[in-house]
C-alpha cells in the first residue's frame, strides 16, 4: 500500500503518496487515492515514470477525460496538453500564472486536474494551491452575508474579447493558445457558496481569471467585494506550495482549489502534461437553489 510520508503539507491541503508504481496499481491503491484526495484536496504522488499512454490510463481511475476548448493538445493523444515554457520564452507571462479554478468558465467545469512533471528547471517553476473550503470557513460575517445564496459570473476571459489580458501578462510562447475569441466572452452564472458532493464541504466558487462579477450586480459594484474575498482566499494559512520533482503527479480538485503557476525560471525550460478529467454544473450550498 502507498504511504502517506506525512498526513499533509499543511493541515487541510496537500497529501504526499510515495512508494507506488501508478501503472500497476491495483483497486485499494486508487481507494487510498482517491480518500487522500477527497481529505485533501491535493495528492502528490511521487517517483513516476510515465509515458503518455500510461498518463492517460491511470487518469481514467480518477474519472472520465475531457478536451479543453482554447488549447492545442498533444497531437498524439488528443486528452492531453503539454504545458511546455521554452529556455528562450522570457519576459513574458506563463500559462496559469494567476489563481484561477481550471475553465471554471464552462457550464461543467472540470472535476479535477492531473500534472506530470517531466522536465524541470533546476529551481523555481513551484505551484501553489488555495483551499477554498478553509477559506470559506473563515470568512469574515461581513463578507459572508454578502456572498451566500448569490451567484457569480465566470467568462473564458483569457481567451476572450472583452476582458482579455494585456499583452505583456499572457503566455505567448511554444502552447498554441486560441485568443479573441468572442464565444469566450459568454457569461456562466455559478452559486457563489457550493457544497462539495463527496464531502459535503462548503467552499467560495470564484476566482480572479475567470469570475468577472456577481450576477446580480455590475462589474464595477462587485469589485470592491471580489477583491476583499480573494484577498482572502490567497492567505499563506490556506494555501500550499509545491516544490516539483522529476516524475512527480498533483491530481487536485479542481471545485474545492484555486491554483497558481510561479512564473519565476526564465530561461530554463519546463515540460509538463496535463490531463483533465470532466466534472459536472456546481452544486450551490442549498442544492434546491441551484
Known sequence: MPELNQPSLTPTLGAIVDGVDLRDADER?????QHA???YKVVFILNQKLDLDDLVRISRNIGDLMRLPYIEPVSTHPEVIAVLKEADEINMGVFGGDW??????LPAPPMASILYAQELPPVGGDTLWADMAAAYRTLPEHLRSQVDGRHVVHTGAPYGVDNAPELDEQF???MT???KNPEADAEVRHPAVCRHPASGELMLFVNPTYTTRFADASAQDSAELLKAIF???TRPEFTCRFRWSEGCIALWDNRATMHYAVNDYDGHRRLMYRTTIAGHAPMG???TSC
Open 285 to 287: 450550498a442549498n442544492p
Open 172 to 174: 505567448r510562447g511554444s
Open 29 to 33: 491503491v486508487w481507494s487510498k487515492i
Open 231 to 233: 484577498d482572502h482566499c
Open 177 to 179: 493558445v486560441a485568443r
Open 37 to 39: 484526495f477527497t481529505q
Open 100 to 105: 484561477h479554478s481550471d475553465f471554471s468558465f
